[in-house]
């Protein structure tokens, strides 16, 4: 089980695509860790947020970088870039 920041949640920034209104707001993605622990990376208005002590103590990790990425490719690939 993952640590709640004392914070509140942390985000990572998606600067290639609004996410207000975004048709895949809500949605929850199981990403497997290095260590055989899955998490959940999740996508919010506010950016992607993952439920690993990673993302909780920094403000980011790889999972939801890894996510991020991907969603990187798709939206270049859909835009024709």
Do not use: Q
Request: net charge positive.
């Amino acid at each position: 089980m993952s640590k709640k920041s004392k914070y509140g949640p942390r985000y990572l920034n998606v600067d290639f695509v609004n996410l207000k209104n975004h048709w895949a707001l809500g949605i929850t993605y199981p990403v497997a860790g290095s260590n055989g622990n899955e998490y959940s990376v999740e996508i919010h208005e506010k950016g992607i947020t993952c439920d690993c002590i990673g993302m909780t103590m920094h403000g980011k990790c790889k999972h939801t970088r890894g996510v991020l990425d991907k969603w990187k490719v798709m939206c270049d690939e859909a835009i024709g870039d």
